[in-house]
């Protein structure tokens, strides 16, 4: 009797709570309800490692009435520096995830306490994970924010590099394994996720981050990516374009660790063309996943209050100055990726915008969307005035960086990146300029021609800005350890 009193007065006195907070106690139940929050749904679609140019192969993506972002842009272009800054808003020297591994990365570097998913989740939003989270994450922990935890979480070695067969997830808590039979293809495990996730009688919006597997190449082997057996059969001639900077003839004007390497053998297991094809194979499952939510959101009668975004984490090099399956580089390639937003109540066509859109802008963004402040611990900036067709003051250029040994003997670099020019810094004192007008492929290095030398001072003054700016706010660098310094911190994930 004392214990049903005292239970009743630990009842009461949450009563004094808002409803909110109230629905969150596990044992009186959840979900509110009654709504708490009048935001739209939010569906971010990350694919891994997807060059901007591979998206005119995914009917569905290229189709949605939509605001493209032809100058999307990672500001760190490796897996996890740049998933963190996607879940933050923040740059990775701000929050501290600087390689995929190591003492410098990984997911165990990562605060998971104050993400998009915390912010949405406590104004009311109901969250999911579902698919690859940060690198590293091999755990059975959960980090706080999500609702819904249906995360990858085996280790390489366990699954022969792929995830897009053996793999485990971590479905709330349980861990599930997949194996190799045409159902366990992780794109199409982790789209019917999402359809439960959507379906689910609850009457809070929701923020979904589907992110696929596909199109990574596998690691360990050099192996290409791996499309769903039903695709097959599709593209069977598709080759990439081959630029002026595929397989350069002459890298001399390249800093060393590039102009040493040899000219690509195009016959090799790890030929580009044929990864390229396995991209754009792969991502078919992706676009039809797509299709399938965004058809799921119409019978539900939900279509036109959900935000559905398309990006990746990072570009790729796929032959460009002789560089193949490699990220954390200062080109194009590296730096670019897709960025479709699709809000029918705001994009009832489709929208070409080639101002500058970077993945630190995802997080202010959808804060924005859900009425949320942005406050200064978050670098990017909201992108909703342009969804909504506002002309505000822009920037027309940004910091990119990068950390780690992703090519042997490659330093850290910093650089500048406009739509005309690009300056790059190494730690090593190397420089690289690009006329990005004249020269768009980047291959013939300016940096230190006279002709060239007012550009190379503005652009050496807005780079020591941005240096200056970031030291003022970078997270504290951990002391190496000595067996890490010769090791490489990115591996092939
Ligand atoms: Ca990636
Ligand atoms: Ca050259």
Known sequence: MLLLLLALGIVWRL???????????????????????????????????????????????????????????????????????????????????????????????????DTLAVRLQAAGYR?????????????????????????????????????????????????????????????????????EVIRADDPRPFFVLLATVAPHFQSGGGTNAIHAPRHTALFADLKQDHTPSFNEADVSDKPSWISRLPLLDLGAVANPDQHFREQVRSLQAVDEGIARLLADLRDLGKLDNTVVIFMSDNGLMMGEHRINRRKTCPYQECLRVPLVISYPRLTPGRVVDDRVALNIDLAPTLLDLAGLPIDSAIDGRSLLPLLRGEQPAWRTDFLAEAWGQDLPGQPDWAAVHSLGWSYVQHASGDLELYDLQEDPYEVENRAGDSAYAAQQARLASRLSEYLQARAAVARPLPTPRPAEESSPANGEE
Request: glycine share 10%; with cysteine.
């Open 127 to 195: 969250t999911a994970l579902v698919g690859k989270y940060l690198n590293g994450y091999l755990s059975t922990e959960i980090p706080p924010g999500w609702d819904d935890w249906f995360a990858i979480n085996s280790p390489a070695a366990e699954h022969s590099g792929s995830y897009y067969y053996e793999y485990t997830i971590n479905a709330n808590g349980t861990v599930q394994r997949y194996g190799s039979a045409e159902s366990d293809y992780s794109t199409d495990v982790l789209v019917r996720h999402v359809q």
């Open 15 to 113: 009563g004094a709570l808002d409803g909110r907070a109230l629905s969150r106690l596990p044992w009186l139940g959840s979900p509110p309800s009654a709504p708490s929050h009048g935001g739209p749904n939010i569906i971010l679609v990350l694919t891994d490692d997807q060059r901007w140019d591979t998206l005119a192969w995914m009917s569905t993506v290229s189709a949605l009435p939509a605001r493209q972002f032809t100058n999307a842009y990672a500001t760190t272009q490796l897996c996890c520096p740049s998933r963190a800054s996607i879940l933050t808003g923040q740059y990775a020297h701000r929050h501290g995830v600087l390689t995929n591994g190591g003492s410098r990365g990984g997911w165990a570097r990562f605060n998971p306490a």
